[in-house]
C-alpha cells in the first residue's frame, strides 16, 4: 500500500555516490522517490547517474562540495527548481573522519570536521525548511554514529559533530513538528565503505570489532539505508527525533 512508497516523492541525498549515501540514492529511488544527489567527483557523479538510468532509477544530480556554505546555497536552489519548490526527504549523510587523539588534533582539522559533518547538514536543514514544508510531509535524516553515542576511539572532534547532530534531530523534530516535519538520526557501527576501506590500519583490528559486535560481522551500506527509506516512509508518521543504531548489538554489548 502507500504506506510502504515513496511514489510521488522528492527526495535530496547529499554525497550519494558512494557507500552509505549510495545506497541510500538506490533505496529511496527503487520505492519511487525523485532523487537528486551530490558530490565532489564530477566524472564519478556522472558515471553513477549513467549506471542509475539504466536501472530505470529517476535520479538527478550536481557536483557540490557540502563544506562549502555558497555550494550549499546554489545545490537547494537547483533541487528547488527540479523539484517545484516542495521536498519531502532530505538525508544529510556526507560526512568525513579524522581519528586521531585529541592533543594531535589542528585547528584546522577541527574547523573541517566541523564544516563537513556539522554545519553542513544544519545548514541544509535550513536551507530546505521551506520547502519541506511546501511539500506538507517532510522527513529529515541524520546519518551519525555510534561514535556520537558512545566511545569508540573515532576522535573526540569525530564522536561531538555526530552526538551533536544527534541533538538537532531533537530539537528540529520539536521546532518543526508544526510543519509536519519529521527528523530523526541513524547512528551506524563500523559498515563497508570507501570510508574505512584504509581503516582499521591496526593488525587484528577486524577481529578486535567483530568480538565486540554481538552479530559478528561489520555492517553493509544496504544495513543502513533500509532503515534510512524506512524513517521516511509513511508508515513511520509518528517517529521523530530519535537515534536509531544499526550496530549489530553493539552499543547494548556489555558482558558475556
Ligand atoms: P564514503 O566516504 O564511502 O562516501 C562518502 C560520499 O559522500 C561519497 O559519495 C563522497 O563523494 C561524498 N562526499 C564526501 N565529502 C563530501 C563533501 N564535502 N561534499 C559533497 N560530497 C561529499 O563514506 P560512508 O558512506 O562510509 O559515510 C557516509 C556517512 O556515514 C558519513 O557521515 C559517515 O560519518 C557516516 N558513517 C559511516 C560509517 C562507516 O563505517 N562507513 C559508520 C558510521 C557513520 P566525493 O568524495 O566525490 O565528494
Known amino acids: 500500500s502507500s504506506r510502504w512508497s515513496l511514489h510521488g516523492t522528492t527526495a535530496l541525498v547529499t554525497g550519494g555516490t558512494r557507500g552509505i549515501g549510495h545506497a541510500?540514492?538506490?533505496?529511496?529511488?527503487g520505492l519511487g522517490a525523485k532523487v537528486h544527489t551530490c558530490s565532489r567527483n564530477e566524472a564519478e557523479l556522472a558515471e553513477c547517474l549513467k549506471d542509475w538510468e539504466g536501472k530505470g532509477f529517476a535520479v538527478t544530480g550536481s557536483v557540490c562540495?557540502?563544506?562549502?556554505?555558497?555550494?550549499?546555497?546554489?545545490?537547494?536552489?537547483h533541487a528547488s527548481s527540479l523539484f517545484d519548490g516542495k521536498l519531502n526527504i532530505l538525508v544529510n549523510n556526507v560526512?568525513?573522519?579524522i581519528s586521531k587523539p585529541t592533543t594531535e588534533h589542528t585547528a584546522e582539522e577541527y574547523a573541517m570536521l566541523m564544516s563537513t559533518n556539522l554545519e553542513s547538514?544544519?545548514?541544509f536543514c535550513q536551507l530546505a525548511h521551506p520547502l519541506?514544508?511546501?511539500?506538507?510531509?517532510g522527513s529529515i535524516v541524520f546519518v551519525s554514529s555510534v561514535a556520537g553515542?558512545?566511545?569508540v576511539g573515532s576522535g573526540s572532534v569525530y564522536g561531538a559533530t555526530k552526538g551533536a547532530m544527534n541533538q538537532l534531530a531533537r530539537n528540529l523534530a520539536c521546532e518543526w513538528a508544526v510543519d509536519n516535519i519529521r527528523v530523526n538520526s541513524v547512528a551506524p557501527w563500523v559498515i563497508k565503505t570507501s570510508l574505512v576501506e584504509h581503516y582499521p590500519s591496526e593488525p587484528g583490528m577486524v577481529n578486535k570489532i567483530i568480538s565486540?559486535?554481538?552479530?559478528?560481522?561489520?555492517?553493509?551500506?544496504?544495513?543502513?539505508?533500509?532503515?534510512v527509506a524506512y524513517l521516511c516512509l509513511p508508515a513511520a508518521s509518528y517517529i521523530t527525533g530519535?537515534?536509531?543504531s544499526v550496530d549489530g548489538g553493539f552499543t547494548v554489548f556489555g558482558f558475556a
Do not use: F, M, N
Not at 541510500?24 to 529511488?29: D, N
Not at 562540495?65 to 536552489?77: F, G, K, N, Y
Not at 519541506?132 to 510531509?137: P, R, V
Open 149 to 151: 553515542l558512545v566511545s
Open 24 to 29: 541510500v540514492v538506490e533505496e529511496l529511488a
Open 242 to 244: 530519535q537515534t536509531i
Open 212 to 227: 565486540r559486535t554481538p552479530l559478528r560481522r561489520v555492517g553493509e551500506p544496504e544495513d543502513v539505508s533500509s532503515l
Open 65 to 77: 562540495d557540502a563544506s562549502s556554505r555558497p555550494q550549499r546555497e546554489a545545490l537547494i536552489t
Open 132 to 137: 519541506l514544508k511546501a511539500s506538507g510531509a
Open 121 to 123: 547538514a544544519y545548514h
Open 95 to 97: 560526512g568525513t573522519i
